[in-house]
């Protein structure tokens, strides 16, 4: 018998974004996907998506994580 179980963590972003999602980017590069999103200056485009909707607070994203186990 096969089964699959999926592992999901939602991990909060507080400081240095373009870092983070350089660092993520250049680690996981073919499992990285962007919709709407010019991978380039994304960071520039979060900061301005906060910006433009007024939100304030320390999590400035999140990344999805996304794990499967098969047995």
């Known amino acids: 018998m096969v089964f699959s179980m999926a592992i999901t963590k939602i ?4 400081s240095t974004l373009n870092l983070s999602m350089d660092y993520i980017a250049k680690i996981e590069r073919i499992l990285v ?35 499967f186990i098969l047995g």
């Open 33 to 67: 996907y962007s919709f709407k999103c010019n991978p380039s200056i994304d960071h520039i485009q979060f900061m301005k998506t906060r910006e433009d909707n007024d939100i304030n607070g320390s999590v400035m994203s999140g990344i999805l994580i996304q794990s």
């Open 11 to 14: 991990h909060p972003i507080k």
